[in-house]
C-alpha cells in the first residue's frame, strides 16, 4: 500500500460522519478460521453450498449437525485479531457507526463490537424447528441430534443457510446504515453472497466512499473507491490508526 494513498485514505475515515462496515469470512481468516471457498474450507469432500442449507438439513441431520460440530471445534478457541480489535475502536470514535457482519463465528462481539449485525446469525445459538426458541449453546460438541428443552423439537443451528431469507429487520437496519453513511469499508467479502453484495452499491448510490480491503480482487473491486490488497489483520489496524480527536 502506497503511503500516499495510505494518508488520504485515512484523511477520509478522519472527517467522515457515518461510517458503515461490511466484514466475511477473510476478516477471520486471520483469526485461523477457514472461509468457505478457501483450500481449507472442505469438509469430507462436501462443499459449504451443500450442507449448509434446508434440504441438507432436511434429507440428513445428523450429517449436518457433524459438519457444524467441526466448524464449532474449529473455532471454539480462536480469538478475535487485531482487525476486529480497530473496528470495535473506531465504533467508540463515532457517533454513527454500524458493523454488518456474514460471519457466524461471534468474534466480532468478543473484540468489544456492539453495534453489530450478525445478518448471517451465529454458530452459538441454536433454534428449535418446533417452537422457534432460540438459545445460546456453546457445547463442542453438541450432542446429536439436539433437542428443544421446552417442546423437545429438533434443534437446528441459528444461521442463515444458502436459500433461506435473511431476518428482515436486520437487512433494513443494515441497508439504512449503508445508505446514510458517506464512508464503507468492506472488509474480507468475497462480494458473491446477496444481499450483503449488492450493499456497496447502495452505499455508493448515496455517494459514500467505499475502501474495500482484501487479499485478493473481488466482484465488490470495480466499484470500490478504494481497494487496499493485503491481510485484513495486517491492513485495518494500519488503516484506522488515524487519530480522530
Ligand atoms: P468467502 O469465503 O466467500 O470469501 C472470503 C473472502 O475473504 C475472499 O474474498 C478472500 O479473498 C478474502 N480473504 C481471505 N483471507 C483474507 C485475509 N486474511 N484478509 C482479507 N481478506 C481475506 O466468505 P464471505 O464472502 O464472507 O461469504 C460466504 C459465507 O460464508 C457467509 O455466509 C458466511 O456466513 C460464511 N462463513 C463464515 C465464516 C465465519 O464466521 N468465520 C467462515 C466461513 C464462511
Ligand atoms: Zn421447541
Not at 26 to 39: H, L, M, N, Q, V
Not at 155 to 178: C, N, T
Amino acid at each position: 500500500m502506497e503511503a500516499k494513498q495510505l494518508q488520504e485514505i485515512q484523511e477520509k475515515i478522519a472527517a467522515a460522519k457515518a461510517v458503515a462496515v461490511l466484514t466475511g469470512a477473510g476478516i477471520s481468516a486471520d483469526s485461523g478460521i477457514p472461509t468457505f471457498r478457501g483450500e481449507d474450507g472442505l469438509w469430507r469432500n462436501f462443499r459449504a453450498e451443500d450442507l449448509a442449507t434446508p434440504e441438507a438439513f432436511e434429507r440428513d441431520p445428523r450429517l449436518v449437525w457433524e459438519w457444524y460440530n467441526w466448524r464449532r471445534e474449529l473455532i471454539a478457541d480462536k480469538q478475535p485479531n487485531a482487525a476486529h480489535y480497530a473496528l470495535a475502536d473506531l465504533e467508540r470514535r463515532l457517533e454513527a457507526f454500524v458493523l454488518v457482519t456474514q460471519n457466524v463465528d461471534g468474534l466480532h462481539a468478543v473484540a468489544g463490537s456492539r453495534k453489530l449485525i450478525e445478518l448471517h446469525g451465529n454458530i452459538w445459538k441454536v433454534r428449535c424447528t418446533q417452537c422457534e426458541a432460540v438459545t445460546e449453546n456453546r457445547d463442542v460438541p453438541i450432542v446429536i441430534l439436539p433437542h428443544c428443552m421446552r417442546c423437545h423439537g429438533l434443534l437446528r443451528p441459528h444461521i442463515v443457510w444458502f436459500g433461506e431469507v435473511l431476518y428482515a429487520p436486520d437487512v433494513l437496519k443494515s441497508a439504512r446504515a449503508f445508505e446514510g453513511c458517506d464512508l464503507m469499508l468492506v472488509i474480507g467479502t468475497s462480494g458473491i453472497v446477496q444481499p450483503a453484495a449488492s450493499f456497496v452499491s447502495l452505499a455508493k448510490d448515496h455517494k459514500a466512499f467505499v475502501v474495500e480491503i482484501n487479499v485478493a480482487e473481488t466482484a465488490a473491486s470495480l466499484e470500490a473507491d478504494a481497494l487496499l490488497l493485503g491481510r485484513a489483520a495486517d491492513v485495518v489496524p494500519q488503516l484506522l490508526m488515524a487519530d480522530r480527536s
